[in-house]
């Protein structure tokens, strides 16, 4: 929500240029790009650890008929 609100309320920060051609707004994109991609590849491997190996015990998994993994 921040990356949202901060160009309203910084009064041209966002557009500010760092080396090159590059602005605030535009490190601040990739940077949350980044976060968010990191975080969702450590819920993958937790969930692959922690998680699937539970699933597992309880029981195999249903599918339905027309499922096309079966």
């Known amino acids: 929500m921040p990356y ?5 309320y910084t009064g041209g920060l966002t557009g500010t240029r760092v080396p090159g051609n590059v ?8 940077a949350r790009f980044a976060g968010t ?20 015990a309880i029981g195999p998994v249903r599918r339905p008929a027309h499922d096309p993994r079966r």
């Open 23 to 30: 602005n605030v707004a535009l490190v601040l994109g990739i």
């Open 37 to 56: 991609s990191a975080v969702a590849w450590r819920y993958s491997r937790r969930a692959a650890a922690k998680t699937d190996p539970g699933a597992e």
């Open 4 to 8: 949202v609100l901060l160009p309203d």
